[in-house]
């Protein structure tokens, strides 16, 4: 359910052929979310676990057990649900899970002969037939089934004595329990990785420097992170099963030709396209004043997101931290206290016309570029405070 065809061209994956997204998009909306909050919270990953072992049927089963069948079933139910719920809102399982995908009742009832339904024998199932454990129905074949609503599970003792069709079907029925409590335990399991492994380097490696790394400096600090962090790159385990080339059409008519990757899990794909995200200088960065995740998507390296401010609409948050930014390196920056006293003074002296405002636009010239000069160490700070004050 939870496994789906990626395909890449340059900065875009498309998801499943057509729902197309920006390298870094899908990691950023998890980053954004209370995803790892509520799976901690609800202790949800051991509690899946529990349930799939306590559904797994066996002729001796514990009496406390073989009780609690039905309950730790709903109890399944309610828990998958609530993820369901949560993937309505986040990419890319908004688009692509169908809201008829299989219930864990839709999975037992597969296997309805391993528990009772209180039906007399050679009985004919209409849709009027009703027991305490299931109403009747017809399925695709026209044929009468018994739809279990309640879960008792019947004697296996009497296996034994059947041939060997019955046991393979037990096992069958137990492996896709397993399998099917697994994409959901592998799912929650990916969410987390979003924050205990993606989110540390995005915020302590990736973005130190407050700009673009280098390719040798995104080497260096990927294998420092892997050196200090227990949780780190090194323990992702990509599951592709599947690579290939396929011609697609892009949302201007265009043919492109994509890799085409299988990925049986979310976390494989994050994986794979996050460092295709950073190649194209696509990455997630924490925005500097209201704390929210934005992509960077390319051009030029941003600190702040646009996203407009509660208090002021009419402003970003980008547009409050540039001014910001300006005046924290005024008040703590020699050369920028310089360079906007500076400032200031020949501005006073346009607005008094004292000077014109092409002499004003040829000393900002000036000013600007013998300030990043003093700034990499290129002039000594005392020959640059006297030229920027003539």
């Known amino acids: 359910m939870f496994s789906f065809k990626a395909y890449f061209f340059n900065h875009d994956v498309y998801i499943n052929e057509k729902y197309k997204y920006a390298a870094g998009e899908i990691l950023t909306a998890y980053l954004n979310s209370s995803f790892y909050d509520e799976i901690m919270d609800w202790g949800i990953i051991g509690e899946l676990k529990r349930l799939n072992s306590y559904l797994l049927l066996d002729d001796d089963m514990d009496y406390e057990l073989h009780s609690e069948y039905n309950a730790n079933v709903y109890k399944a139910m309610s828990i998958i649900e609530r993820i369901h719920e949560k993937l309505k809102k986040f990419p ?9 995908y299989m219930k864990l009742d839709d999975l037992i009832n597969q296997y309805d002969l391993f528990f009772e339904d209180d039906l007399d024998d050679n009985e004919e199932i209409t849709w009027e037939t009703s027991t305490k454990y299931g109403t009747g129905e017809i399925n695709d074949e026209g044929h009468g089934v018994l739809r279990l609503h309640t879960f008792c599970p019947d004697s296996l003792e009497h296996i034994r004595d059947y041939d060997k069709e019955w046991t393979e079907i037990l096992y069958e029925f137990h492996d896709a329990l397993n399998r099917y409590f697994n994409q959901y335990i592998t799912l929650l399991e990916s969410c987390k990785t979003v924050f205990e492994i993606f989110k540390p380097f995005v915020d302590d490696f990736l973005h130190h420097k407050e700009t673009y790394l280098t390719t040798s400096e995104l080497a260096k600090a990927f294998d420092e992170y892997n050196k200090t962090h227990a949780k780190n790159f090194q323990k992702i385990q990509c599951r592709m ?32 396209d996050f460092f295709n995200g950073i190649r194209h200088n696509y990455i997630p960065n924490k925005c500097k004043n209201c704390g929210k995740y934005f992509l960077i998507q390319g051009g030029k390296y941003f600190s702040y997101c ?23 390196k005024c008040k703590n920056d020699p050369i920028w206290q310089t360079y906007n006293r500076a400032y200031k003074t020949h501005y006073a002296r346009y607005m008094k016309k004292k000077m014109t405002i092409s002499e004003f636009e040829e000393w900002s010239r000036f000013a600007s570029g013998i300030r990043d000069k003093a700034i990499a160490g290129e002039i000594p700070f005392d020959e640059y405070y006297t030229e920027i004050r003539k």
């Open 241 to 272: 099963n599947s690579f290939r080339y396929k011609s697609l059409v892009d949302s201007s008519g265009n043919s492109i030709l994509c890799e085409e990757i299988n990925f049986e899990d979310l976390q494989s794909f994050l994986y794979f």
């Open 92 to 100: 890319p399982y908004n688009k692509i899970i169908k809201p008829d």
């Open 306 to 328: 646009d996203r407009k401010l509660k208090e002021d609409p009419t402003k970003t948050c980008r547009d409050v931290g540039s001014r910001r930014r300006y005046g924290d």
